[in-house]
């Protein structure tokens, strides 16, 4: 087995000074524990030091009235991509205060001009920031494609001195346009990643791509299984190592959702942060005509409820569920707002509102192995934030109600 790898909070996210304390809320911890009504957190030093209806307030302490407001941990997306400070700037004011970045998106000829930044160069900037400016990020850096077992094996090598958060390889041949990774080489890269102490993330479509990587020793499945229903055997690998399930629904849903403007483009939260030339850009009749007859679009568009029903199924059978996007890997995955729009597809899918806040909070941690930290509004966990004006207990979209986000009891501005 490989030896533990361990995760550091951000260093540079110095925790606010002081105490805070959050008065007659209605708390939803994380946990998937009941709502406490009219509660207190009390933050000190920027983690949370107590919550409840019963909780002692410093007399120094600052008191903000959050009657009618619920307060839910900052979301945590499990598998999204960054390479500018802009793209997490959007990401923490719509309330998601911890990301893993999960593939450089940056090509090498837009890095030399400054236009955008390698995932390490992004995570440096994370960890140098004033706290409530930033979300925290965690990065894997280059996605390995490689094809022979000493190429992956040399991969890995070339990556460890960066100190990624997690390794990724794509395992997939987007619809038979591509060689796949062949099982020797996947197994070499897992081997070689975990002697070195790091996990691994795998991008796979099909259940058969799934169990091949889960029984070379992958740690973390980036997508849905998407061809056909997860059977006893996916399960079983699953649970034996206690891996959580990302679903990225909205993944799928940019790759065919454009066919005819989609309703979300008059949503007032989607446009408060949306780019409009990227909305004029999936407004463009060719680009639409693309997708009414695109045979990937179509087969994705076919198969979402197949993903759908796995989540389902996953869930059921006790596998965790950690939220993911894949927003910022491609044109029209419009970052921020997707991870609301990807926690109302859980919940059609067949989650609780409540189920789907935890898969963004301790569950994503979890995944992530940071719910020691993060995902959780239990005390000596980090005072990450998302104040709303309305409980999406009633209403799952309402997590899109932001009256005010916090990271490391410090407010977003």
Known sequence: MPRAFVFLLLPILAQAAGVTAFLNARVIDGTGSPAIEKATILIRDGKIAAVGKKVKIPKDAERIDASGKTILPGLVNAHGHVSTVDQMKVYLRDGITTLWSLGDTCPDARKKTGACNS?????????????GTLPRLYVAGPVITSTTPDDARKAVRDLVPQKPDVIKFREDDALGTRPKMNPETYAALIDEAHRAGFRVASHIVTLDDAKGVLKAGADFIAHSVRDREIDDEFIRLMKQRGIFYCPTFTREISVFIYAEPPVFFKDPFFLKEADPAEIARMSDPKLQQTMRTDKAALWYKEHLDVAMRNLKKAFAAGIGIAMGTDTGGGTGRFQGFFEHLELEYEVNAGLTPMQAIVSATTGAAKAMKLDDQIGSLLPGRQADLLILTANPLDDIRNTRRIDSVWVAGARVR
């Open 119 to 131: 995932e390490f160069e992004s995570r440096d900037q994370s960890r140098r920031a004033v706290p």
